[in-house]
Nanobody, 123 residues
Framework: VMLAESGGGLVQAGGSLRLSCTASGRTSFTTFDIGWFRQAPGKEREFVAAITWTGDSTLYANSLKGRFIISRDNAKNSVYLQMNGLKPEDTAVYFC????????????????WGQGTQVTVSS
């Protein structure tokens, strides 16, 4: 499956952004659980959130729980990441990824990745 992220940009601390991850390709979108990851300059990639193909189960990084919300709309082949109360330390490139396995924080389980979208939070 091919994934494309959008919705990144520059926002002031305390603001919100909604990222989108849209899938395309021959395989049904509902085959995949979807995760969001991020990578800041000079840092390792880290897990953000994930959602099952039904949308009825989610997983969040403990440090982000309560500020970020993941959701999906299978009719639109899309997964969303609503980010609230943004902080400068949230600055990173955000990637979505697809897996046929169950949702997990382990990026190695995800097979297909988007190109990423830049999120910059100014103080």
């Amino acid at each position: 499956v091919m994934l494309a992220e959008s919705g990144g940009g520059l926002v002031q601390a305390g603001g919100s952004l909604r990222l989108s991850c849209t899938a395309s390709g021959r395989t049904s979108f509902t085959t995949f659980d979807i995760g969001w990851f991020r990578q800041a300059p000079g840092k390792e990639r880290e897990f953000v959130a994930a959602i099952t193909w039904t949308g009825d189960s989610t997983l969040y990084a403990n440090s982000l729980k309560g500020r970020f919300i993941i959701s999906r709309d299978n009719a639109k082949n899309s997964v969303y990441l609503q980010m609230n109360g943004l902080k400068p330390e949230d600055t990173a490139v955000y990637f979505c990824a697809a897996t046929r396995a169950s949702i997990t924080e382990d990026g190695a389980v995800y097979d297909d990745w988007g190109q990423g979208t830049q999120v910059t939070v100014s103080s």
